[in-house]
């Protein structure tokens, strides 16, 4: 980033710096609408004035150009002006630079400023030139296609001002995209910019990789092959012959890599109203391929003669030097024998051969027409379908790039607006503080700066380590909580099994019940049951239900008596820790006297407590309650238990 000038040297342009302090304090909206007014600025000073250049240097210190190139890379739906204004911006940007005498950072100036400058125009239109195609009203793409030409005249004028920026552009991908076009308008501006660089810097061809070289001459020769638009093919043909004429090197490479061009451009595009550099181009091909052996007086000689009759042996004899006779009796001869030869075939056909043949020849296109019609829907519903596949895949791409572009441009000037002001403020503290404590204050900063530098790097450290850790102890802790389910699955079933593993007994044998009834009879006769009455088992009855609900009775009130004696000592040890942590009478609130004298401060902490335990064990992943669905439902676990009844006991210390 450029620095502002100091208040040594001459004072900046009062307007430079009102509009360089309003853009700084503006909104990013507004910032576009600011920088139109350069174009005013600009235009009050001469060309090539030692004014107007002060005022592209007050404009390039204060970093105007760089909010100009950062605002072309926006999403130009969202700036006031849309399109018209990127268009006004890449005007003013290729102003602001040509003229422009750097005395420091020249190497950055070059090298990293000037092609950022030109990528930006660029691709700015390249989405004109996109836009153009896909509007429908002629209102749109008439607006298009002016923004667009003002996109490449402010190209052709930086490159005009900069020369060495000739082979960047030559080797970009957005200029061959650029060029690459089926659109009529937008291919002879191209080619009117193509035409203007070999004009600025005719060796630019020569400077470029053999690649980037093919790829533009292919572009100029399949537009001559492919249109028949006399607007394409003399654009094509001037450009073919400013590269023949101020690149002698290349006049070889376009015979022997296009050896039917000499052909195209005689046959398709003679008589098109161009005729003068299409000639002059064919001279220099046809001069290149004969190397000085006549091929020029034979090319002229065949153009004479193209119109008159195929054998043309009289008009060979009198006008071309360069046939000898034994050709010509050699060409009479092929001429008679092809002549003998057909009236031999046309004698061999008789006439209902040749109908035969006709029918046999109208039943076979009838049959590959019909075939074709059968396959044209679906060839059209597969072509359709692909299209706009491809359509929203490219729309999708572009979407995400804008939204890409919009983020990078957004934290560029967030962080171009900060740093701008942090300048700002330590100029403000430089003037304040007094000339002695300088030194001290610049130490202090340094040391300020240091440690948050290391400050970040141990936090981005950290977070590395924990984010590359983070995965194994997951997996760690996964494994655990599934080998805990799984063991205690199969303790669970392997108690199942331990129970039903009984069997049956043996059955008894016809002796050993008899003996065994004899026994059963035996000890009844001595030991007779004795008799009682109704009365008595139902009084007996009563006296056990009247003593079953007494004990039920005391165990409650037991069980009454051991809470209120939990809840007394719980009480009393709240109120022995209050009274250790209570502060001095003299710092005495009445915050504090709140807390000695209510008694629901540990209820409602442990209310708290449990509410947010419960929370977080609703929050838990599905792997942590693994453990849960082999657990009955009327078993409390033991660590829980614990907890609560530890919990009991704790004074009004304890907090959420």
């Known amino acids: 980033m450029a620095n502002a000038p100091s208040a040594g040297l001459v004072a900046a342009d009062p307007r430079v710096l009102a509009l360089a302090a309003q853009v700084a304090e503006s909104r990013e909206q507004d910032i576009p609408l600011l920088l139109l007014k350069l174009k005013g600025i600009l235009s009050s000073a ?25 605002v072309l890379r926006q999403d130009h739906f969202q700036l006031h002006g849309g399109w018209a204004t990127a268009a006004q911006l890449a005007e003013i940007l290729s102003h602001c630079c040509v003229g422009l005498e750097m005395k420091e950072d020249l190497e950055e100036f070059h090298k990293k400023f000037l092609p950022s400058a030109i990528d930006n125009l660029l691709v700015l239109g390249r989405r004109l030139q996109a836009r153009f195609i896909q509007a429908i009203k002629d209102e749109e793409k008439q607006d298009f ?24 552009v030559l080797q970009s991908d957005h200029f061959l995209q650029l060029l690459i076009t089926d659109d009529v308008e937008t291919a002879i501006l191209m080619m009117s910019v ?9 060796s630019a061809l020569l400077q470029v990789d053999e690649e980037t070289l093919h790829s533009v001459l292919d572009e100029l020769v399949y537009k001559l092959s492919s249109t028949t638009n006399p607007a394409i093919g003399n654009a094509a043909t001037k450009l073919l012959l400013v590269v023949a004429k101020f690149c002698k090197q290349l006049v070889k490479l376009l015979t022997t890599r296009y050896k039917g061009l000499k052909g195209l451009l005689s046959k398709q595009w003679t ?27 034979c090319y002229r000689f065949r153009s004479l003669n193209s119109r008159q009759s195929s054998c043309g042996i009289k008009s060979c004899r009198g006008k071309c030097s360069i046939r000898r006779a034994g050709m010509c009796s050699l060409y009479t001869r092929k001429c008679v024998f092809y002549k003998l030869l057909n009236k031999i075939l046309h004698a061999g056909f008789s006439e209902r051969q040749h109908q035969a043949a006709c029918v046999i020849q109208a039943m076979w296109r009838g049959f590959q027409t019909r075939k074709r019609l059968k396959k044209l829907p679906h060839a059209v519903t597969t072509l359709q379908r692909s299209f706009r596949a491809k359509r929203e895949q490219e729309l999708q791409h572009l979407k995400k790039q804008k939204e890409d572009e919009a983020l990078k441009l957004q934290m560029q000037l967030q962080r171009q607006r900060s740093m701008r002001l942090f300048h700002e403020r330590q100029l403000a503290l430089l003037k304040i503080i007094h000339a002695s ?28 380590n924990f984010h590359q850790q ?23 079933r392997r108690r199942r099994r331990s129970l039903s593993s009984w069997k049956d007994p043996k059955g008894l044998t016809d002796e050993q019940r008899l003996a065994l009834q004899q026994k059963v009879d035996d000890y009844i006769k001595l030991h007779p049951a004795s008799q009682m009455s109704e009365e008595r088992s139902k009084e007996l009855h009563m006296q056990a239900q009247e003593k079953l609900a007494q004990f039920l009775l005391r165990s409650r009130l037991d069980q009454r008596a051991a809470q209120r004696r939990e809840t007394l000592l719980a009480q009393v040890n709240t109120d022995v820790e209050l009274l250790m942590n209570a502060p001095g ?37 599905w792997w942590k309650k693994l453990g849960d669905e082999f657990m009955e439902d009327d078993v409390i676990p033991d660590d829980d238990l614990n907890a609560e009844l530890g919990t009991l006991f704790i004074g009004g210390r304890k907090s959420c």
């Open 470 to 492: 983070r995965q194994s102890v997951k997996e760690y802790k996964a494994a655990v909580v599934i080998q805990r389910a799984v063991c205690k699955f199969l303790e669970k």
């Open 145 to 168: 296609l002016r923004w667009f030409q003002t996109v490449t005249d402010a190209i052709c004028w930086l490159l005009g001002g900069h020369i060495q920026l000739t082979a960047c």
């Open 585 to 621: 009478l003299a710092e005495t609130t009445e915050k504090d006297l709140d807390v000695f004298m209510s008694r629901s401060v540990p209820v409602a902490t442990k209310a708290r407590q449990s509410h947010n335990t419960m929370l977080k064990y609703t929050r838990w992943p």
């Open 437 to 464: 404590q300088v030194d001290k204050y610049m130490e202090e900063m340094e040391r300020k700066s240091a440690l948050t530098i290391q400050r970040f790097w141990r936090g981005y450290r950290a977070r590395r």
């Open 194 to 202: 193509l035409h203007n660089l070999l004009k600025v810097n005719s």
């Open 271 to 297: 008589g098109k109203g161009f005729d003068r550099d299409l000639s002059q181009l064919l001279d220099l091909l046809y001069l290149e391929q004969s190397n000085g052996k006549g091929e020029m007086q």
């Open 46 to 70: 001469s060309l090539g004035s030692e004014e107007s250049k002060k005022i592209k240097q007050d404009i390039y210190s204060y970093d105007l150009t760089q909010y100009c190139m950062l």
